[in-house]
DNA sequence: TTGTATGCGTTATCAG
DNA sequence: CTGATAACGCATACAA
């Protein structure tokens, strides 16, 4: 068998209850027998076992984390490995260990998440993301089990520490940049209106227009998949129109990639013929062509902050609601350019 | 505190015993009883407590997955959430959790591995990249933990179960592919070759130019970062050169996305100045300009192998030692065309 | 400052 | 088929 506390007490000479408190690093043990019990660990090899002390302690220092379905497109998106190394760095910094759901549905992932917390594999969780009529999100509230989301709760915002961009703010001041430069048409390519991130996104789009005086039309507003087809499909509808768009605000990089690379096969150019403004700034926002005026929304420390306010809360159960508001920046690259009244 | 065993036992006046065995669906427990217990678990909201079963067990039901450092580039790369889908789905199957290495330095990723396999917190682990004299692999072979690598194990190979493509051969199948269409001054574009993958893929590469009587020119072998900077470099280099290459083999969607980015400022066009094939084909394969050709290697089945073979290998010690090779297909798609003799 | 005894919630071993 | 009882490895209240 492995070896454990009582083989290290009996190398040390001391009682079990001693090397614990050794492990704890307890002040109230001599420096003479820490030492001692010190290197027996060492020559015997211990290790603690974590699961005999999270039951012990009723305290796994796990902290879960619930993503969007994976058979969800947004899955792919480069978003997640970046929360994810935040919230990464966070866990590391506290000693806390990460746990992933899985399942492909939504339901799969609910019993999933239930599961974790009622059979206490995790001390809290995280969500990694913001939807309307969350069913977790309502689970997780009502069974008053510790936990932050990433992005805006849907209801009862104020009631659920959460960690999100002013997005609302974001998408105006990425709109207004597009006026700035000229634009009237401004077009605005959302992703799936569920998540709150593009409700938000779609309100500050909305605001900037009506700032800047520009009307607000129905038909130019599109929320497509961010895959060719959907990005094909939106591009082809915006282009028909009498009136088409001279620029477009594009909620997500990848989204805006497809656009790109719509927009290539069409035959137009951007950001001669069109601009665009996109959101995320992930990596390839620089390597695609041109490389994507697009905003930061730090999702590094979006993640990272997450899981610093979540383990607070695990430990300290009267820890307050906060809400986290993460600054953005736009960063402007290659895809925006002046509106030309003359237009090829 | 929270319903136990016992409190189920007490309401459907049995022994605790009794009640774990319902919970196992023990067959020799009648189904009077167990309806009986299984009502009393409803009545209560009885969730059982993974901790105490996998103290009691020795076993956790929880895999460890062992991502490269995430101050690593390779972190961004799409390929992981996938190869994490293809995990999590055979995982979901098997009602096994997961949960992910933290660390940024290698160092950190390798004490956490460390804490995990001997803390008893997962039966065993995946390593999701392969490297060159990786001390984590030494670690876990020395140690018997149960592991399987995704990617072929640099020493050792056939001590160690591992999933991997035939990169060898894919490399030179889509090399072969270049070559059938002319080209004859064939670039490799690589990544750092501390990866098994890079060097499997250079090695396939050079059979097929062997193969296809062209010369072996050292110039024509790059290894760059994928980032910007890096393919500008790279292309810089190679098209100083007195025979410039006319095709590239990329050995990454990610890194041949920088390149396409990079030649785009240098106003040459692909396929019609420079054919490229790369690997992977992760989803912006699709959405680049043009969309790359680029070798599907299978990422999810990837992924799913490893936790599949994983699972069996914790749940039966005496499994042998396998190694599973998952197809790959080349996807054609705009980016290479026939070498043209005149060019611009 | 250290040791003893008990409990954490299950499973497993023996009886019956 | 079911019930006591002893682990599992550690933490902690209480003694000393």
Known sequence: MNVTI????????????????VIADSPRISEKTKKKVRQAMKELGYHPNFIARSLANKSTQVIGLVMPSSADKAFQNPFFPEVIRGISKAAHEKKYALQMSTGES???????????????RVDGVILLYSRINDKITKY???????????GKPHKKTEQITHVDNDNYRAA?????????????????????????????????????????GLPYRKEYIVHEEFLKEGGQEAMKEL??????????????????????NTLDEMNLSVP????????NNVLLSELSRPPLTSVDINI?????EAAKNLIQKVENPNEPIKRIIIPHTLIKRCSCGYYRKKRG
Chains 1, 2 share one sequence.
């Open 300 to 304: 590094f420390q979006l993640g990272y």
């Open 272 to 279: 001669d013929d069109i601009s665009i403004v996109s959101f």
């Open 172 to 212: 105006r001041e990425a709109t207004e940049h597009l006026v700035q430069l000229g634009h009237e048409r401004i077009a605005f390519v959302g992703g799936n209106l569920n998540y709150m991130v593009t409700v938000d996104r779609l309100l500050g789009y909305e605001e900037a227009l009506k700032n800047a």
């Open 6 to 21: 009582k083989d290290v007490a009996k190398l040390a000479n001391v009682a079990p209850s001693t090397v614990s408190r």
């Open 239 to 260: 282009l028909s129109l009498e009136e088409p768009p001279t620029a477009l605000v594009v909620a997500d990089d990848l989204m805006a990639l497809g656009v790109l």
């Open 140 to 150: 997780l509230q009502k069974n008053g089990f510790p936990f932050v989301v990433i």
């Open 106 to 120: 939504e339901e799969d992932i609910y019993d999933g998440v239930i599961e974790m917390l009622q059979g206490r």
